[in-house]
C-alpha cells in the first residue's frame, strides 16, 4: 500500500528548513528517537509523523519530529514513541554488555532509590516512605497460612532486584513493550519480598519475579508497578519454590545457568549451617544430605550438581576463561561459539563428580590433605583454560561470530583458520565426542602413571560419576594432557573448507560426530586419514 502523501511532502525546502528549525529548538536539539544531539550543519535528518498517518495520527505539526535520518530508517512503519523505547532498551543492553539486570534497568529510569519503612498493626501492613504512610490490607495464602503478603501499586523508587531470589538477566522485552503500549493491562502481578527489621530501621522491597513485565512497563516511563508483597517469608523456601516454578512447572524456564546459581546458593547455605554444628557427623556431603527429610534428599542432591558446576563457571583464582566464550542468557548466540548448555554436557558431565562425596572434610584438613573437591575444581579450571588459551583467546574474533560460518565457508569468504577451528570444535555435537574421547584418554593415561586406579574411571559405568580429576596431578601428568589437546586441536580436519566437510559440521546429532571424527567416515566415504579416537590423542604423550 502507497505511502499517504503527506503535507511535509508538498513543502518547498525553504518552509522545510524551516521546519526543521523550529521542531530542533522544540526536541532541544536533540533527536526524537535516540535522544541524541542533532547538529543540523552536519547530520542528515528526516521528519516523520509520531503517530503514523496509518493509525489515524494527524498530519499537522503537533504531530511531526526531528530524528536523525538513520533513526528514522531503523523504527519501520512504528509509531515513534514506540520506536523510542525500544531504542532506548537497545541503547542500555549496548551500554551493559548486550544483557542488563533489573537493578540496572530501575537505576537507570530513576529507581532503586529509598528504603521504607514498614510494620504490622492489626489485619494492615503500614509502609511509609516519603515522609507519606500508606496501608495495605494484610492476606494470608491460602494453601500456606505462614505466607502473609499484601497488593499494592508501588513506586520504581522503592522496588530493588532480588538478585539472590532471581539472577536471571533480561535480554529480549520488545514485545512486552509493544503489549504494554497498547495500553493491555498487566496480567500477572511483579513478585517481591520483604523483611521488617526493628521498628526504626528501614527495609526493601526485592522484586524477585515479573521482571521482563516491569521492565517494559518502565521503559515506556511507568513509574509505578503492580506488586505482590510476600511479608517475612521463609528466604530459603520462597527461593526453592521460585526455582520449581521456572523448572519443574515450566512458567517461565530459567537458564541452565540461572539454575545452578539458584541452585549453588540453596546447596551452600544448608551445607555451611550443617558443617557449623558441632554433633553433625560426618563432615561430608553425603552426611549432609543423608540428614535431611527423606522427601528433600533428592532436591538437595540436584542443588549439589548445580553447586559444583556453579563454582567451576565462577571460580576466580585463577579466573575461568573458557566463560568469556560462552552465551550465558539464552539457547544460541550468533557472536560467541559456545552454549552454556554444551558445556554441561561435556566439561562438567565428564569431569565433575556429581554424586555425594563421602569424605569427612575436616578429617582432610587434619591430615594435611587437599579436600577432594578443591582438587576437582582446580584441575577442570586448569583444562578449561587450556584450552581457551589453546582455541579461543586471540583466534576467535567475536567480530565475526558463529552466525553462519559454514555458509560463509562454502561461498568462499575469507575467514582465518584459527576462527573456522574454534567454531567446529565447539559445535554442540561435536564438542560432545571429542569431550569424551578426551576424558578417555586422560584416564587411562592416568592409570598408567598410577594416579587413579581403573575402579575411579570405570565408577560412571557403575553410576557412581565419574572421579578422574579427584586426583593431584602434576607438571608431567599436565605436559601429557596438554599434548593431547595440542594434537587434537591440530587436527586438519577443523580446517578443511571442503564442503563435504562444511555440510558435515551442520549435523546436530552425537552419532553422526562419533563416526565421523573416530572412523573417519561420512555415509561410507572416507574422508579423513587419521581419525580422532583414543589411541590418536594418547599417542601425542610420546611425541
Not at 517461565?252 to 545452578?260: H, K, P, T, W
Not at 591430615?367 to 579461543?392: D, P, S
Request: with cysteine; proline share 3%.
Amino acid at each position: 500500500m502507497p505511502r499517504k502523501a503527506s503535507k511535509i511532502d508538498q513543502m518547498s525546502d525553504e518552509e522545510k528548513s524551516k521546519l526543521i528549525q523550529r521542531l530542533w529548538k522544540l526536541q532541544s536539539g536533540v533527536c526524537f528517537l535516540c535522544e541524541e544531539g542533532i547538529k543540523l550543519e552536519a547530520d542528515q535528518v528526516e521528519v516523520d509523523h509520531i503517530i503514523p498517518q496509518a493509525d489515524g495520527g494527524p498530519d499537522e505539526e503537533a504531530n511531526w519530529a526531528l530524528m536523525h535520518e538513520e533513526c528514522n530508517n531503523k523504527k519501520r512503519a512504528q509509531n515513534l514513541q514506540l520506536a523510542r523505547a525500544k531504542m532506548k532498551f537497545d541503547k542500555i543492553k549496548e551500554k551493559y554488555g548486550g544483557a542488563v539486570t533489573t537493578t540496572q534497568i530501575l537505576t537507570e529510569f530513576g529507581g532503586s532509590k529509598k528504603d521504607v519503612f514498614a510494620k504490622i498493626e492489626n489485619n494492615d501492613v503500614l509502609i511509609r516512605f516519603d515522609n507519606r504512610d500508606y496501608i495495605y490490607p494484610v492476606l494470608i495464602d491460602p494453601s500456606n497460612e505462614y505466607y502473609k503478603c499484601f497488593f499494592a501499586l508501588l513506586p520504581i523508587e522503592i522496588l530493588y532486584h532480588d538478585s539472590e531470589l532471581n539472577p536471571r538477566k533480561i535480554i529480549d522485552i520488545d514485545k512486552l513493550i509493544d503489549e504494554f503500549f497498547r495500553k493491555n493491562p498487566q496480567l500477572h502481578v511483579a513478585l517481591c519480598r520483604t523483611h521488617f527489621k526493628k521498628e526504626g530501621e528501614p527495609s526493601r522491597i526485592l522484586l524477585f519475579d515479573g521482571q521482563h513485565k516491569t521492565a517494559a512497563q518502565v521503559v515506556l516511563g511507568r513509574k509505578q508497578i503492580f506488586c505482590r508483597v510476600f511479608i517475612n517469608p521463609d528466604k530459603d523456601h520462597l527461593k526453592d519454590v521460585n526455582r520449581r516454578a521456572h523448572k519443574e512447572l515450566r512458567q517461565i524456564e530459567f537458564f541452565r545457568s540461572v539454575l545452578d546459581t539458584l541452585g549453588q546458593d540453596i546447596f551452600s547455605i544448608k551445607f555451611k549451617e550443617y558443617l557449623e554444628k558441632p554433633q553433625t557427623k560426618p563432615k561430608s556431603e553425603k552426611g549432609f544430605i543423608e540428614s535431611i527429610e527423606s522427601e528433600k534428599q533428592g532436591e538437595m542432591g540436584k542443588n549439589l550438581s548445580h553447586y559444583l558446576k556453579a563454582r567451576i563457571r565462577d571460580f576466580k583464582e585463577p579466573q575461568n576463561k573458557f566463560f568469556n566464550f560462552v552465551e550465558m542468557e539464552k539457547a544460541r548466540s550468533r557472536v560467541l561459539p559456545i552454549s552454556y548448555d554444551s558445556v554441561e554436557k561435556t566439561f562438567f558431565r565428564w569431569f565433575i563428580d556429581s554424586t555425594p562425596c563421602e569424605i569427612d572434610i575436616y578429617d582432610c584438613e587434619n591430615k594435611g590433605q587437599q579436600y577432594v573437591r578443591e582438587i576437582e575444581a582446580k584441575n577442570l579450571v586448569k583444562l578449561m583454560n587450556l584450552f581457551a588459551e589453546k582455541t579461543l583467546e586471540n583466534k576467535f574474533d567475536k567480530s565475526i561470530g558463529a552466525y553462519k560460518i559454514e555458509e560463509q565457508i562454502r561461498k568462499g569468504k575469507s575467514i582465518s583458520d584459527d576462527h573456522i577451528r574454534a567454531f567446529r570444535i565447539y559445535r554442540p555435537a561435536a564438542f560432545v565426542v571429542w569431550c569424551e574421547l578426551l576424558k578417555e584418554a586422560i584416564a587411562m593415561h592416568l592409570i598408567q602413571n598410577r594416579k587413579i586406579t581403573s575402579d575411579m574411571k570405570n565408577e560412571r559405568k557403575k553410576g557412581k560419576g565419574t572421579r578422574i580429576f579427584w586426583a593431584e596431578l602434576d607438571e608431567n601428568n599436565w605436559e601429557a594432557i596438554s599434548k593431547m589437546i595440542r594434537k587434537m586441536i591440530q587436527h586438519k580436519i577443523w580446517i578443511d573448507r571442503g564442503e563435504k566437510v562444511s555440510n558435515a559440521f551442520g549435523q546436530t546429532r552425537p552419532e553422526f560426530f562419533k563416526k565421523f571424527l573416530e572412523k573417519g567416515e561420512i555415509e561410507q566415504e572416507k574422508l579423513i586419514d587419521q581419525p580422532i579416537d583414543i589411541q590418536f590423542l594418547l599417542s601425542a604423550v610420546g611425541e
